[in-house]
């Protein structure tokens, strides 16, 4: 147990009780403001804590941390300090806001520089992402998508049960949330007895996903083992893989997803610690057939997370079309690192993988409109009177996730995308 995970904390920052950011939590993000050039901060409640100011005031010289990092356009340099040094910031923001600390009582000035309310900053995309790596870890997803696409009986390809299924894809256009996204263009082969033709995207989805973050590199020829992967995995945000259905149909053979999902991708502000997390493990599902041994793991490696994604029309209420988990993985985080590195490819700081849509066994729980409106086949009813096979333009969508246990929440905030017509 990690000391600043205490379910016994709380802070002298009003922190209410439906908060993603309780004193427990303390994950790590980048912001600016008209007045302040980019830099690191985390969150309690609804208040932004400004860790340059911090450190600049003084409260980190205890650490062995060069504070430089925090004066960052991103927390890359912070991850590569390594976790001893995470956790080190983690403790000491946890002593500082804890409401029995009075190391910060009546300084003013101090935190008129150190605090902001979240309304007041912009939030920028925490990481610079490196390489992009997406995986195809939901059993359930993959066996709706082979059940649609191929054959119901032989949903799962033959490799599927034996390595985690994924594809290198695209960074430059990884996204912080809210963020509008541009509805894609390309080409389509909508009827097949008909030549493929060009334009905008109809069947624009969202996959509900998870990434993580890694927050140490190898070198090449090395390979990560399951036991060691939670050391190189510094934390998880929210993800929205923007997908184009019609475009994806027509190019993915054989070589896999390209123009379909490299348009657009969306993560939450907020890198959650692997340390956060730690509370919310829980067991992996069996594996049958037995994995090989450079996949096998001991220990839980599954998070219970609950995940949910809406769809808010331009005007009206939004619709609540997805409650799903992230323990809905076959495989885990641990099991995609350690494939993803048996080859000896390299991993560096900032370099995020995918989960792949997270979709669990009801259709309430499937992670993107593919699955929801199973292939466009049964409509969603919005409450507006509208319906939703795919998303319109006009429509933003939202995710959420978090997971509670021993009354503390401990949550990603948003991962929000509006869909523009196509440029
Ligand atoms: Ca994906």
């Not at 980019?38 to 340059?52: C, E, H, K, S």
């Not at 690192?337 to 995918?354: Q, S």
């Not at 593919?370 to 509208?386: A, N």
């Amino acid at each position: 147990m990690f000391k600043a995970n205490n379910p016994a904390l709380s802070s002298w920052i009003a922190v209410s009780s439906d908060s993603d950011f309780p004193i427990q939590n303390i994950p790590f993000g980048v912001f600016k403001t008209a007045e302040k050039s980019p830099r690191v901060a985390t969150i309690i409640g609804d208040t932004i804590i400004d860790l340059a100011e911090l450190a600049k005031a003084g409260y980190f010289s205890d650490l062995e941390v060069d504070t430089a990092v925090f004066n960052q356009s991103s927390i890359n340099d912070f991850m590569a300090l390594g976790k001893k040094a995470a956790r080190a910031v983690r403790d000491r923001i946890s002593d500082l806001f804890e409401k029995n600390n009075t190391e910060l009582a009546g300084k003013t000035q101090v935190l008129a520089n150190v605090l902001h309310n979240k309304k007041e900053v912009e939030l920028l995309l925490p990481v610079q992402v490196g390489d992009y790596t997406d995986f195809y870890s939901s059993r359930e997803h993959a066996t709706n998508v082979g059940t649609m696409f191929r054959d119901p009986d032989n949903a799962l390809l033959p490799n599927w049960l034996h390595l985690p299924v994924g594809y290198h894809g695209r960074a430059s256009s990884i996204v912080v949330s809210g963020t509008e996204i541009h509805r894609p263009k390309g080409q389509q082969r909508p009827d097949d007895s008909l030549p493929p033709v060009c334009g905008p995207c109809r069947l624009l989805d969202f996959e509900l996903e998870m990434a993580f973050i890694i927050g140490q590199p190898t070198k090449m020829g090395q390979s990560i083992s399951t036991a060691e992967a939670d050391d190189y995995i510094f934390g998880l945000a929210l993800f929205n893989d923007w997908s184009a259905r019609d475009i994806q149909k027509w190019e993915y053979i054989p070589l896999g997803p390209f123009l379909a999902k490299s348009f657009a991708s969306t993560l939450s502000p907020w890198i959650v610690t692997l340390d956060a997390l730690e509370p919310f493990r829980t067991k992996g599902y069996e594996q049958d057939p037995e994995v090989l041994p450079y996949l096998q793991y001991e220990g839980q490696k599954n998070y219970d997370i609950k995940l949910e994604v809406a769809i808010q029309p331009e005007a009206g209420e939004a619709k609540v079309v997805c409650n799903s988990n992230f323990k809905h993985l076959y495989w885990t985080m641990t099991q995609q690192l350690a494939h993803h590195t048996i080859n000896g490819c390299n991993v560096k700081v900032g370099d995020m993988c995918a989960s792949g849509t997270i979709s669990g066994p009801t259709p309430d729980s499937y992670g993107s409109m593919l699955e929801i409106s199973w292939r466009g086949t049964k409509p969603v009813d919005m409450p507006d009177g509208t319906q939703r096979r795919f998303i319109n333009d006009g429509d933003t969508v939202v995710m959420k996730g978090f997971g509670e246990v021993n009354g503390v929440r401990i949550g990603f905030g948003e991962c929000t995308g509006k869909v523009l017509p196509a440029l």
